[in-house]
T-cell receptor
Framework: EDQVTQSPEALRLQEGESSSLNCSYT??????LFWYRQDPGKGPEFLFT???AGEEKEKERLKATLTKKESFLHITAPKPEDSATYLC??????????????FGTGTRLQVTL | NAGVTQTPKFRVLKTGQSMTLLCAQD?????MYWYRQDPGMGLRLIHY???????AKGEVPDGYNVSRLKKQNFLLGLESAAPSQTSVYFC???????????FGSGTRLTVV
């Protein structure tokens, strides 16, 4: 059974204070690790997909990296508008053609002035 | 391009009542999913469909039924609502096999 654990549960940063969110996973045959952003009252919004260890992807102040056991979402010089819950999910090879994702419980990020 | 549209956005049901949640996507995606999101539990898969006319059970299917009569629509039914089904329900769709999901904005359901 695929498992995803995210830490910390909540993180409070000051504007400009860089940090990282962690996503640890166990999966049988990784077919993709996904990062989503979720604003209150909204559905998750796709950010990145990583497929193999060593891969990195960037978008504005966000950079996602992947190892064989975990992924990090690095936030550089965050702004208040980066405040949201960040979700990590994995797709294992055993899901076959169903492309099912297993989600973590998220990290709630608050960036203050 | 609307993406994934869920209706209704909010609903309050009494225990034992039935209802149907509608998910519609205009991206010609083959795969569609219903998840529920509860505090501290993350998103859990209820049912999914890999194409028109097909459905399958996910992690927490009990008390729910689904139908995919048209490719663009995926319906989630509650035949006899229970307080344990109070949750936020999200529909998602994707193009197989390894793309990310596009989510709807959710339906907040309260069963009293």
């Amino acid at each position: 059974e695929d498992q995803v654990t995210q830490s910390p549960e909540a993180l409070r940063l000051q504007e400009g204070e860089s940090s990282s969110l962690n996503c640890s996973y166990t999966v049988s045959g990784l077919r993709g690790l996904f990062w989503y952003r979720q604003d209150p009252g909204k559905g998750p919004e796709f950010l990145f997909t990583l497929y193999s260890a060593g891969e990195e992807k960037e978008k504005e102040r966000l950079k996602a990296t992947l190892t064989k056991k975990e992924s990090f979402l690095h936030i550089t010089a965050p702004k208040p508008e980066d405040s949201a819950t960040y979700l990590c999910a994995v797709r294992g090879g055993h899901t076959g053609t169903a492309s099912k994702l297993t989600f973590g419980t998220g990290t709630r990020l608050q960036v203050t002035l | 391009n609307a993406g994934v549209t869920q209706t209704p956005k909010f609903r309050v049901l009494k225990t034992g009542q039935s209802m149907t949640l509608l998910c519609a996507q205009d991206m010609n995606h083959e795969y569609m999913y219903w998840y529920r999101q509860d505090p501290g539990m993350g998103l859990r898969l209820i049912h999914y469909s890999v194409g028109e006319g097909t459905t399958a059970k996910g992690e927490v299917p009990d008390g729910y039924n689904v139908s995919r009569l048209k490719k663009q629509n995926f319906l989630l039914g509650l035949e006899s609502a229970a307080p344990s089904q109070t949750s936020v329900y999200f529909c998602a769709s994707t193009v197989p096999p390894n793309y990310g999901y596009t989510f709807g904005s959710g339906t907040r359901l309260t069963v009293v």
